[in-house]
């Protein structure tokens, strides 16, 4: 077995990274933000489902090709930490634009996309559960960011502190 | 970068002791602040390394603190209205400026909300107080295009920071219940055109009814049609009644607009023509307070028929966002910047109002009123 990501897992996983980290910085920005409001979610929208479209490749692609085993001396606390929050990752990934998708739903909102695409309705209009559900994006949307953030220190410490090929098994 | 093959990996690559040594120290020290300039770059983009920014929610605080006690549940502006449904015939004469849907000859059901401008959704009907009209048109192909209009020709102000500063120099005094007259006299100081735009306001006289009320767009947009070529227009929907200006003395009664709104629609449909005028270049479509010349080509797109009116209530007009950049392909936002500000300050409203518990409105009817 090859000790490194299979090439569609990388590439699926660096445009991600790009799209992702992207979107988190869009959506901090576009919640403040009265100029460029309307030019930011006109982006995060379609962008949002892009991602969650990806991310259902990526899964179907991580059964079908599973990644490289851990290096074998990792103690089991890291082990776990590692596969803990590459799940609590997919989830995300799954959960923020589909959170994203039904909030506006329930708010009643048109889910236009790009030019006249747009999306049906996934909820049905009802302004308390657009509510409860625009609260949850933004919580997600934090614990999404600290989650990337414990993800990037994690791989650079694979990288420079335990040089055990962790890395390398994803990069370039 | 050099990396050991992970099958040769010693498990005491990973114990503390080995994390504890110098060069392992510095390096986790340097990842800790690469770690750090990320959260840093995270917090420049949220506003936070900037907070005395204006932002969306002090727009929408500067309305709940001009308008005490809190008003849940409510729009924090045009808090007061009622909701309205019928359709838009379109005739077809605009779909070769806009390849919009709802440009095309035929009907599109819509709904809507008429209100007056405010932030207490029981102040008594006055006269001099902004109307505005809200619709929703569903178009066949599952877009949707939503518009915001008021009853006056320009806006006061043509910035955010300037709509913010208009919002303070109105802030009642919490003693005297009024705005500060000094505080006035330097926000129209500092603005001259809202003083401008407020003597041109002053020289059209409100309308006696809703129903004979023209409401306009007023920001500029953008009409796109299916060779790609761009128009900037505005519109207005100009009623069929006869216009009538307010009366001297108004009718007594706090919600007399509304009522007459409603007497007026039991009596039959009410209709508007939705005039699009058509801008020239060099036509100011960033400037909300200035009006464009008179001569430009005004096109009647169609016919806006109210048959209608409804209390606000759970599902109808008061749970939708009138955003005005709900837009379908064919109309697509200026460069006026009060546009995304209205977006945006529309969505923090509606964002709040959505988790708040809900109260009658103050313009009740038994049903909807329908011919």
């Known amino acids: 077995m090859s000790d490194r990501f299979p090439l569609l897992s990388r590439i699926l996983h660096w445009v991600m990274a790009v799209l992702i980290l992207t979107m988190l910085f869009i959506g901090i920005a576009m919640v403040a933000s009265l100029s460029d409001y309307h030019r930011l979610v006109a982006i995060h929208k379609p962008l949002g489902i892009l991602i969650l479209v990806l991310v259902a490749i990526r899964l179907i692609n991580r059964l079908l090709n599973p990644p490289p085993p851990l290096p074998a001396g990792m103690p089991g606390f890291l082990r776990f930490a590692a596969h803990a929050s590459h799940w609590l990752l997919y989830s995300l990934m799954f959960a923020l634009p589909l959170v994203g998708w039904g909030m506006l739903s329930a708010a009643g909102y048109p889910i236009a996309l790009v030019g006249d695409w747009h999306l049906p309705s996934i909820l049905p209009h009802n302004v308390a559960l657009y509510a409860f559900l625009r609260a949850l994006h933004t919580v997600l949307a934090f614990l999404l960011f600290g989650t990337f953030i414990a993800h990037l220190g994690a791989a650079l410490t694979h990288a420079f502190v335990f040089k055990d090929g962790v890395f390398r098994s994803m990069a370039s | ?371």
């Not at chain 2, 837009?327 to 300050?345: K, Q, T, V």
Request: charge should be positive; proline fraction near 9%; include cysteine.
């Open chain 2, 1 to 371: 970068m050099y990396e050991d093959d992970p099958k040769d990996i010693p498990a005491t690559r990973y114990s503390l002791s080995a994390l504890l040594r110098p060069p392992s120290l510095l390096r986790l020290g340097l990842i800790g602040g690469a770690l750090a300039a990320v959260v840093v770059c995270f917090a420049w983009a949220a506003g936070w390394l900037a907070p005395g920014r204006l932002d969306q929610a002090r727009i929408i605080n500067a309305f709940e603190a001009a308008n005490r006690p809190q008003q849940p549940g409510f729009r924090r502006n045009h808090a007061k209205g009622v909701c309205l449904t019928g359709w838009f015939d379109s005739n077809g004469a605009a779909a070769g400026y806009s390849k919009a849907v709802v440009f095309q000859p035929g009907r599109v059901p819509v709904f809507g909300r008429l209100a007056m401008a405010g932030g207490m959704p029981r102040a008594p009907d006055n006269p001099k107080t902004v109307r505005s009209m809200a619709l929703n048109f569903n178009l066949p192909n599952g877009e949707v295009w939503r518009t915001g209009m008021n009853d006056i020709p320009v806006f006061t102000v043509n910035t955010a920071q300037g709509f913010y500063d208009q919002q303070n120099a109105n802030m009642p005094d919490p003693k005297t219940h009024k705005p500060d007259p000094l505080a006035l006299k330097a926000f129209l100081a500092a603005h001259p055109e809202a003083v401008q735009a407020t003597s041109i306001i002053k020289s059209h006289p409100f309308a006696a009814d809703f129903a004979n009320s023209t409401f306009n767009s007023l920001n500029a947009f953008r009409f796109l049609d299916t060779a790609g070529h761009v128009t900037p227009v505005r519109w207005a929907m100009v009623p069929e009644d006869q216009f009538v200006p307010e009366a001297a003395a108004p009718p007594k009664g706090a919600n007399y607009l509304f009522d007459q709104l409603i007497a007026r629609i039991d009596k039959g449909p009410a209709r508007w023509h939705l005039i699009v005028t058509i801008g020239q270049p060099g036509d100011p479509t960033r400037d909300v307070t200035v009006q464009w010349r008179n001569d430009r080509k005004k096109i009647d797109a169609g016919t806006l028929t109210i048959t209608t009116i409804a209390s606000e209530a759970t599902g109808n007009c008061r749970d939708i966002n009138f955003d005005p950049l709900v837009l379908p392909a064919g109309i697509a936002p200026s460069d006026d910047p009060l546009l995304s500000l209205r977006s945006a300050a529309y969505a923090v409203s509606f964002t709040r109002r959505a988790g708040e518990p809900k109260m009658p409105s103050a313009v009740q009817l038994a049903t909807g009123r329908a011919h």
